[in-house]
């Protein structure tokens, strides 16, 4: 045997991907964690944010989280005062959440961690570099099309 064991598997593509990957999420946990948040919390308060007031039901499909852990999330949010659920004024079958001003703060902070969880994450890279790995990142992943 030549190589190294597992060399010709780390040396794929897939393999560096999902172990920088797991690398960031981990940055990312950690500093998200020190604001006392979670990912999915971050990822659900951005996107009330952006989209507020919502439907419960078009906030998860718009993050990609099933209905059941969706309501796990908003439940947490909503008793430490970060989130309103309230009957939604076009369909008052429905829940439109919104972010509360505690909401909004948490949230500032937690995008400031990520930022610099990223910024620890990609140190290796010249700015330029960071720049053009963000650019093939996005063609690879599909999200251009």
Same mark, same amino acid.
């Given at each position: ?64 989280? *099933? %209905?059941? $852990? ?6 947490? @949010?909503?008793?430490? =005062?970060?989130? +309103?659920? &309230?009957? *939604? %004024?076009? $369909? ?6 919104? @972010?509360?001003?505690? =909401?909004?703060? +948490?949230? &500032? ?11 620890? @994450? ?24």
């Amino acid at each position: 045997m030549s190589e190294a064991p597992l060399a010709a598997i780390r040396s794929l593509p897939s393999w560096l991907l999902g172990r920088a990957a797991a690398r960031g999420r981990s940055l990312v946990a950690d500093a998200l964690a020190v604001e006392g948040a979670k990912m999915w919390s971050h990822v659900v308060l951005s996107a009330v944010r952006d989209l507020a007031p919502v439907a419960q039901a078009d906030l998860g499909r718009a993050v990609g989280l *099933d %209905p059941k $852990d969706l309501v796990g999330v908003l439940n947490d @949010l909503q008793s430490a =005062g970060l989130v +309103l659920r &309230e009957p *939604d %004024p076009n $369909d008052r079958r429905k829940n439109a959440v919104s @972010l509360t001003a505690s =909401g909004e703060r +948490l949230l &500032e902070r937690c995008e400031k961690a990520a930022r610099e969880a990223n910024d620890a @994450l990609l140190a290796p890279l010249t700015p330029a570099e960071r720049g053009q790995f963000t650019a093939l990142l996005v063609r690879i992943s599909g999200r251009d099309r």
